[in-house]
């Protein structure tokens, strides 16, 4: 009973929607546990201050969506197994990962579009600053069988060492970008559009990291799918931040041999870096030089002309992704698991680029 009133308690509006989306939120939650019995109608009356009527079609609507089973003389029972579809969003605390509008963008759509799979989400915080507070809550809600699975959006050292070590329910990392595909579908973008001397601009540390190799195998892919002669562009290595990616851009257009017709940017943290350079060389595009980057939807750094980009979608990343949790859960090992699906970031024409003769 304390569990149903709590939950009256939270709601301002008393329409039959809000009511049932309030008990729903409640079962994903594990407030109210599998098998367990609701107060009767008459008492739901009492508690949510409404009408029989609109307790009824509350019911009904939770009925249809199996979350709770009606029967004569039984009463109302949440269904059983409905608990499982809980599963937790652990953020951790790599530096790159914080500042990535994906990963940001990436955690509030799971939050907001977990309703929309019969999923519940709750959030976990596991860095420093945090303290233990959210560590100890997320052992605890494993313990009360609260969590089926956890999904880990980025990690610290510390949150790896504690999942590959203490963590007891199945975990899954965030979904991976093909990055080949992202390089070698950008450099085919460029050479459709009569560009040939271009430079290309990565946060790949050296040759060993995979990483690199990725992205080096997809410019040599569409460097020889297009019948193009001699070695495709080499990775030009900027660093992790937008004063590394300045300082790679002014070196390529200030090469003694003359700076390149375009540049293709990887990845989209360091873009701005680049726009900097630009500007200050008073270098204009499309005319003086081409720029193509990659850019995740709603993040899209402030330039005078629109750009040409390789564009991820993140809400269908997140949608995705709400359906293979969904998909998956009962069905998922214990500890670590491979991500969900490797996504593609798609061309977005801009006027950035030209077509050159």
Known sequence: MEKIEAIAAGILRRGYLEIADAIEAGILAGDLLPNSKLPNTERMVEIFQTSRVTIQRSLSRLAERGLVERA???????????????????????????????HRSLHSNLLYRAHEYALNANTYVFHPDAGFGPLRQLEQDIADNRLKCLFVVCVSEDARRWLDHSCRIPFIPSPRLDLEHLSAEGLSVLLRRGYRNIKVLSMAVAPGNPVFHAEERGLARAWSQHGMKGPPPELIWCGHTESGA????????????GRPDAI????????????????ELGLKMPDDIGLLTHVCSGDE???????????????DVALRTLGAIGAGLGRLKIGANPPPFTFQAQYRAGRSLRYRR
């Open 301 to 315: 750094p402030f330039s005078l002309v629109a750009l040409d980009a390789m564009a991820v979608d993140v809400e």
């Open 72 to 102: 004569p003389r039984r009463g109302t029972l949440v269904a059983p197994g409905v608990a499982s579809r809980s599963f937790g969003i652990l953020l951790g605390e790599d530096p790159i990962d914080y500042r990535h509008w994906f």
């Open 264 to 279: 293709y940017c990887l990845h989209d943290i360091v873009t701005r870096g680049v726009l900097f350079a630009l500007t």
């Open 246 to 257: 300045y300082e790679a851009t002014r070196r390529c257009c200030l090469h003694p041999d």
